[in-house]
């Protein structure tokens, strides 16, 4: 640190030079995460300083918190629901593992997940000690359900389900698991981080969330499809689980309980995730999630008449797509400028069809997709 502070515009200035080498998003097909409403970033800042580590000492933000939980637990089936708002999905996956740890006391612990699974897992087994067993996929890369009953033994104490997975977009068979967990006395845990605010606005509908009675738990984050600033991730749990396992005593806080993982936390990110959730309402949301979809399709139909097929037809916005000499096109469309990933298994291209993008931008992709792979055949 310098001994003599910088005036305020040196300072500006070097954050303007840093923010100048960050990408704006407007090419970025790799990210699950978008612009925040303005709203949402509006609110950010007038509770910038509220702290719900603290909560005591902030008992609006804390009902904002509350009321956020309550939306969320409605879209999910479950008005009473509880929960709270955490840094994200990563956050969110531990905490419900941790639940379902602590609810259970065998010595070798382990956990029936999607190969598909996000690599949070990895690091939540990593903290918790618990033996993560990844279970195979379908044609359709959702989990085979009797993959997960082969790997359940006396030693499980949850399963877990992707609604929305990361590299494919895909919906596992809830209900199915439900029935497994149901039957084995297991608890369940829903990840859709990414697919809460886009499967409730789908066209076509699909049962994830707390009306299946053997859902325990879900995650979904606002700060991905949600619109609402980072860091807001959502983690729920059915009406009648509470967090009690959880909870840990704070004897120097206003509060006498803490149940988040982390301890200092954000209350601006939860009055964004409040203030977009009221400006959009589902219709809002709906508007959103169908421009993803069209802009989605669109991209689909370009790739196919380029002879790059789909794994799969598009669940949501997650276009996965079969192309030849899949890193030599990947290096060309960097080179024009485009972001893009890839999924593990099989490997093929893999886009995020966010809302900062735009048609205009979605046609220009095609067109220089089209000229990448011409490029290489
Ligand atoms: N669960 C699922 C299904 C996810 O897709 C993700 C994140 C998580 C959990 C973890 O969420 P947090 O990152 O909020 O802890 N999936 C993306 C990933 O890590 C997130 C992402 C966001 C990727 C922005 C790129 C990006 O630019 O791959």
Request: charged share 25%.
């Amino acid at each position: 640190m310098n001994q003599k502070g910088l005036l305020e515009k040196e300072v500006l200035a070097l954050l303007d030079s840093a923010r100048m080498k960050d990408t704006s998003y407007e090419k970025v097909l790799s990210a699950m995460c978008t612009r925040p409403h303005p709203i949402a970033v509006k609110a950010h800042m007038q509770f910038i300083e509220s702290n719900l580590g603290d909560f005591g000492l902030f008992p609006g933000t804390k009902e904002l918190e509350e009321k956020v939980i309550r939306i969320m637990g409605e879209m999910y089936s479950d008005p009473n629901a509880c929960g709270y708002i955490t840094t994200g999905g990563t956050e969110s996956n531990i905490q419900a593992l941790r639940i379902a740890r602590n609810l259970d006391h065998r010595s070798h612990p382990n956990v029936v997940v999607p190969s598909s699974a996000h690599f949070s897992f990895d690091k939540t087994a990593d903290l918790l000690g618990v033996e993560i067993r990844k279970a195979r996929l379908d044609s359709e890369f959702r989990v085979d359900i009797d993959s997960v009953e082969t790997l359940i033994d006396d030693n499980t104490i949850a399963l877990v389900g992707i609604a929305g997975s990361t590299e494919f977009g895909q919906i596992d068979p809830i209900e199915d698991l439900a029935d497994l967990a149901l039957s084995h006395d297991l608890f369940l845990h829903v990840d859709a981080a990414f697919g809460g605010f886009v499967i409730p606005f789908l066209d076509k509908k699909y049962t994830f969330d707390f009306s299946v009675s053997g859902v325990t738990s879900m995650t979904s984050d606002p700060h991905k499809m949600g619109m609402a600033t980072i860091p807001a991730g959502g983690l729920l749990f059915r009406q009648d689980t509470c967090m009690r396992p959880l909870e840990i005593d704070t004897p120097y806080l206003t509060i006498r309980k803490q149940h988040s993982l982390a301890g200092t936390r954000s209350g601006a990110a939860v009055a964004g995730a409040y203030a977009v959730m009221m400006h959009l309402g589902r219709e809002g949301y709906k508007k959103i999630v169908d421009r993803c979809m069209k802009m989605t399709h669109r991209i689909v139909q370009g790739a196919n008449e380029l002879g790059a097929t789909p794994l799969i037809d598009p669940v949501m916005n997650i276009a996965t797509l079969d192309v030849p000499e899949l890193d030599k096109i990947r290096k060309e469309l960097r080179a024009k400028g485009w972001f893009t990933s890839v999924t593990r298994e099989p490997r093929a291209l893999r886009l995020i069809i966010m809302p900062h993008l735009g048609e205009e931008t979605i046609e220009k992709f095609i067109s220089d997709l089209g000229e990448c792979i011409r490029k290489f055949q």
